[in-house]
């Protein structure tokens, strides 16, 4: 089992930054990915940026320039820092660790999610 626990989150004024940070722990075998996901108000769960062992970041396009994604894969932590932060980027954030075990499947574990508020 892993455990997925995102922490950062807070409020924040138009213009300004967060930086969230998504630990994961428990049996980990091979970590395939860590990726972060949004939803808003009255909305579906959108992916924002995908971290993938060894393989290149990719940040949802709408989202390049103010959002970096990173990764320390030493210590099972992924970041997602959030500039120039817009009242539409208010959701709950979640971290999704996909593990890959000795026989190459993947689980997917979610964390709870942590609330980021844009507002003045």
């Known amino acids: 089992q892993v455990q997925v626990a995102e922490s950062g989150g807070g409020h924040a004024q138009p213009g300004g930054s967060l930086r969230l940070s998504c630990y994961a722990s428990g049996t980990i075998f091979s970590i395939y990915s860590m990726d972060w996901f949004r939803q808003g108000p009255g909305k579906q769960r959108e992916l924002i940026a995908t971290?993938?062992?060894?393989?290149?970041?990719n940040v949802r396009d709408s989202l390049k320039g103010r959002f970096t994604a990173s990764r320390d894969g030493a210590i099972h932590t992924a970041y997602l820092q959030m500039n120039a932060l817009k009242p539409e980027d208010t959701a709950v954030y979640y971290c999704?660790?996909?593990?890959?075990?000795?026989?190459?499947?993947?689980?997917?574990?979610w964390g709870q999610g942590t609330q980021v508020t844009v507002s003045s």
């Open positions: 971290i993938p062992t060894g393989g290149f970041i």
């Open positions: 999704r660790v996909r593990n890959q075990n000795y026989s190459g499947s993947i689980m997917d574990y």
